[in-house]
C-alpha cells in the first residue's frame, strides 16, 4: 500500500486530517516542498479559508507546478474542501482568480435564495445527505464504493464548484433545493467539498478507499 502525503502549505486543517489518516493506519507523510511532492505515491491538497489565499499561498511557495505534474503522472491526487475548488479553473471568490485547471469548472458563491426564492443561510454548515448525480447509477469503483446512498456527512462552505462536464460529478448533495458539488473525480484526481475528517465513519470509509487505491 502506498504512502498518502499531505502537502502543508501553511494552511489548512491539517491535524485533524492527520489523525483520520493515522487511525486508518495509513503510511503518512507531510510535503513541504516540490522536491516532497515529486517524491509522492499518493497525494493530499488541504485547504480553508478564501480560495485566493489559498492558491496564492501554495504558488507563492512554488508547489502549484509540482501537483499539476502529479496529476499529470496519473497520481492519485485528492483536494479536500477549498482543495477541492482549487481544481477547477476558476473561482469567483473575491474577485476571479485561476485555480490549479485540473478539472474543467468554476466555482461560485452558493445562491443566496432556495429553489422556492426564499433566503436561507450561507455559508452551508451542518450535516446533508449525499446524493447520486443526475445520469450517475452507482458509486461502484469509485471513493465511494460501500458507502449508502443519502449518507450524511459535514459542511461549511459559501462556494461550490460547477464542473463542465457532468460526468465529473460523483457526489452531489441538496440544500434548500440548490444542488452543490459534494464530490468529484477524472481519472485519478479527485475532490470533496464537505469535511471527511470531520463526517464521522462516513467520512473515515471514504478516506480509507482513497488509501487503498
Known sequence: MSAVTMIDYGIGNLLSVERAFRHLGADFKVAETAADIRMADKLVLPGVGAFSSCIGTLEAQGLCDAVKEAAEQEKPLLGICVGMQMLFDTSEEFGVHQG?????????????????????KIPHIGWTSLILPEGRKNWEQSLLRDVPVNAE?????????????????????????????????????????????????????????????
Open 100 to 120: 490549479l485547471g485540473l478539472l474543467k469548472g468554476r466555482v461560485k458563491a452558493i445562491p443566496a435564495v432556495s429553489a422556492e426564492g426564499q433566503s436561507h
Open 153 to 213: 456527512v459535514y459542511f461549511v462552505h459559501s462556494y461550490t464548484a460547477y464542473p463542465v462536464d457532468s460526468g465529473d460529478r460523483l457526489a452531489d448533495a441538496e440544500y434548500d433545493g440548490c444542488l452543490l458539488s459534494a464530490m468529484v473525480n477524472r481519472g485519478n484526481v479527485y475532490g470533496i467539498q464537505f469535511h471527511p475528517e470531520k463526517s464521522g465513519t462516513i467520512g473515515l470509509k471514504i478516506l480509507d478507499n482513497f488509501v487503498k487505491l
